[in-house]
């Protein structure tokens, strides 16, 4: 069977994105079994077409290509243990939130139970599935991902980062902390912002231009990175360092907690007691990297 046939997949993991990727491949046509340990959560899928399995390796035997969406790591081992048989000559795709260790063990186990291992992240929120604007990112066997490509583009755009199982988990978690970094600046200005009884909603629209201005920078930092060469073209470390203490102190006679914000006082203070304080912010990317 190709994907051009309506490949039947199987759902493993019902909660909300679970039901989500469900719902996505029963709009796309596909024959769609599914299975969660609480069953009333199946009830609406199968309201729409969906088989509802009676254990994961029922579910896993009627399909060539299995989705499983779980918790976590140790939660989707234990439900895939006593499937494992099933999986055998299938394709085994899992989304569970996880990383790059757990994924390539996760590539191992399926590997040695005879069956295909693609490993994915989802960079959407449950309502986004289905369409293009939700990313999934995916890596591991490369023919796998191949013969089931148009199946998963039914979830949104799917990306596949090469045949290292731990690509997408990295790049997944990699993302996540750039976007939690930003929110927690953001929320930080807003607690500063409205200690002066300024609403959030005037202060935003100057948050976004300023942060657009700033990620245009982006690239020449990353090539910077790259590259080993982090010659100041702005303000220096040095520069940075001395000026950021305002940051701080400006914090707490506002009453704001300073949380979020020292520990890039702390990076940048690290950077210049290390002789780069004539260096550009890109610096900072080694004082990050742990060795033994």
Request: aromatic share 4%.
């Amino acid at each position: 069977m190709t994907d051009d046939e309506q490949t039947p997949v199987t759902v493993i993991g019902l909660g909300d994105m679970g039901r989500a990727l469900a719902g996505a491949f029963l709009d796309a046509g596909h024959p769609t079994t599914v299975w969660n340990r609480t069953a009333s959560r199946a009830e609406a899928l199968a309201a729409r077409g969906a088989t509802v399995a009676a254990t994961p390796a029922e579910a896993a035997a009627a399909s060539p290509l299995t989705v499983v969406c779980l918790l976590d790591h140790g939660t989707a081992r234990e439900v895939l243990g006593p499937a494992a048989a099933a999986l055998r000559g299938r394709t085994l795709v899992d989304l569970t939130n996880g990383t790059p260790r757990q994924a390539r063990e996760n590539a191992e186990w399926a590997a040695e139970h005879g069956a295909d291992y693609v490993d994915g992240g989802i960079m959407a929120v449950p309502p986004m599935i289905g369409r293009p604007e939700a990313l999934v990112l995916y890596s591991g066997s490369p023919a796998a991902f191949a013969a089931h490509e148009r199946t998963l583009g039914a979830l949104g755009t799917a990306m596949h980062l090469g045949a290292d199982p731990g690509r997408a988990a990295l790049y997944d978690l990699a993302l996540l902390s750039a976007m939690y970094g930003m929110f927690g600046g953001f929320f930080h200005a807003l607690a500063l912002t409205g200690s002066e009884k300024i609403p959030a909603a005037e202060f935003t629209p100057l948050a976004i231009s300023w942060l657009n201005a700033m990620m245009t920078s982006l690239p020449a930092m990353a090539r910077a990175v790259d590259s080993g060469e982090h010659a100041a073209t702005g303000s220096n470390l040095g520069m940075q360092a001395a000026a950021y203490v305002n940051l701080l102190d400006a914090s707490r006679e506002q009453g704001v907690a300073t949380g979020p914000v020292e520990p890039m006082q702390a990076l940048l203070h690290r950077g210049v007691a290390a002789g780069h304080g004539g260096d550009g912010l890109s610096r900072l990317v080694e004082l990050l990297r742990v060795t033994s």
